[in-house]
């Protein structure tokens, strides 16, 4: 299965700052996801990263807040924009494969954030 | 919007119990997975169940889903320490693509 490095793994912000996450994919994947986790809650879908368009957001999340890039098959970016203590959280990259036995996805490792 | 509820939300059990975690939902889904998550890491697939009344073992672990594909089970036989972690299911319906996660069991299996 395919392999992601996501990075940074924690921060510790600024309100007001912003922050790149990014994720690599060891092997070319269909299609690339960003969540949002409170430690020991379930995962919430922000929005899919699609190669070479605009990414598609779900309710209650906007580009102007988290844009997000896919200039290829393998890598995306998510920005959290101008930060506040509300978006203290873990943000998760996930993948899933072009051929995949079983539809497993992947995740990144995720990436602690700390605003403060 | 299509939701998963998991039961129980919390359970802490001895080394060497039985354990099972419900994931049910209202709405069909095409396929479902569960998947463990340990602190500071993703989760991990543990299985995909994809065919109405389909029953898959991994070593202890049981997973079954059901006959309407609107539910799932997971049954650990024999719980170790290391099975501890957060196992969450997630369903794919139709034609979308994204993950609906479940609402999370948070186990713990003490020595």
């Known amino acids: 299965s395919a392999v992601i490095s996501q990075k940074p793994s924690r921060d510790i912000c600024q309100r007001g700052t912003s922050l790149t996450i990014q994720c690599q994919v060891d092997s070319q994947v269909t299609m690339m996801f960003w969540y949002r986790q409170q430690p020991g809650q379930s995962l919430t879908l922000i929005a899919t990263a699609n190669q070479g368009s605009e990414a598609t957001y779900e309710s209650g999340f906007v580009i102007d807040k988290f844009p997000i890039s896919r200039p290829n098959l393998t890598f995306s970016t998510l920005t959290v924009s101008n930060m506040s203590p509300e978006d203290s959280s873990i943000y998760l990259c996930s993948a899933r494969p072009i051929t995949g036995v079983g539809y497993g996805y992947t995740f990144g490792s995720g990436t602690r954030l700390t605003v403060v | 919007t299509q939701l998963l509820e998991q039961s129980p939300q919390f359970l802490s059990i001895q080394e060497g119990e039985n354990l099972t975690v419900y994931c049910n939902s209202s709405?069909?889904?095409?396929?479902l997975q569960w998947y463990r998550q340990e602190p500071g890491e993703g989760p991990v697939l543990l299985v995909t169940v994809v065919t109405g009344g389909e029953v898959k073992k991994l070593k202890r672990l049981t997973f079954q889903f059901g006959d309407a594909r609107k539910d799932s089970s997971l049954h650990i036989t024999a719980a170790q320490p290391g099975d501890t972690g957060l196992y969450l299911c997630a369903g794919t319906s139709g034609s979308a693509r994204q993950l609906t996660f479940g609402s999370g069991t948070q186990l713990t299996v003490l020595p």
């Open positions: 709405s069909v889904f095409s396929s």
